[in-house]
T-cell receptor, first 114, second 114 residues
């Protein structure tokens, strides 16, 4: 069975600095997708970034980028120039190619210090 | 386009009662998935519907059921409520089933069972 592990329950960073959130996963599949979702206090789950396993190039979305290491089954999220609005729970999630069942990590609470 | 909507947003029930939650996907989206979020268990997949058919089901008891209508709106029902059913129930929609599509989440329904 696939599993997703986020080993950092909480992280804090100074505003404008860079922070990296860790995620590892376990799967025997070769085709899959990985996601980082953000859940602010409003509880709405918002997609931050996604990565297709068949792509070697790391995904980037403005200040958010990932370090995808397929062999190591690692998928970390880097947030550059942290802003107060980045404060939220961040969830790493895995999905097989054939369906929409997301398998989630336990989440990392990100605190931004002004 | 309007986002995913869920009704009601908040609900209080007592043990033994049943509840029905509703999810309206983004216009044109045909796939709807449901997730339960609790502090203890985190995010867990409930079920997934596409074109009125349940395509995938998580590891939940039969008290949890769902359906999808021809307009892609979905409902989930929980019968004989237990205290442990208190949770945030999230619905997500996507244009197709599986593949490269991303799921978009609604704001959730917070259920409290007393």
């Amino acid at each position: 069975a696939q599993t997703v592990t986020q080993s950092q329950p909480e992280m804090s960073v100074q505003e404008a600095e860079t922070v990296t959130l860790s995620c590892t996963y376990d799967t025997s599949e070769s085709d899959y997708y990985l996601f980082w979702y953000k859940q602010p206090p409003s509880r709405q789950m918002i997609l931050v970034i996604r990565q297709e396993a068949y792509k070697q190039q790391n995904a980037t979305e403005n200040r958010f980028s990932v370090n995808f290491q397929k062999a190591a089954k690692s998928f970390s999220l880097k947030i550059s120039d942290s802003q107060l609005g980045d404060a939220a729970m961040y969830f790493c999630a895995y999905r097989r190619d054939s369906n929409y069942q997301l398998i989630w990590g336990a989440g990392t609470k990100l605190i931004i210090k002004p | 386009k309007a986002g995913v909507t869920q009704t009601p947003r908040y609900l209080i029930k007592t043990r033994g009662q049943q509840v029905t939650l509703s999810c309206s996907p983004i216009s044109g989206h045909r796939s709807v998935s449901w997730y339960q979020q609790t502090p203890g268990q985190g995010l867990q997949f409930l079920f997934e519907y596409f074109s009125e058919t349940q395509r995938n089901k998580g590891n939940f008891p039969g008290r949890f059921s769902g359906r999808q209508f021809s307009n892609s709106r979905s409902e989930m029902n929980v019968s004989t409520l237990e205290l442990g059913d208190s949770a945030l129930y999230l619905c997500a929609s996507s244009p197709q089933l599986g593949g490269a599509e991303t799921q978009y989440f609604g704001p959730g329904t917070r259920l409290l069972v007393l």
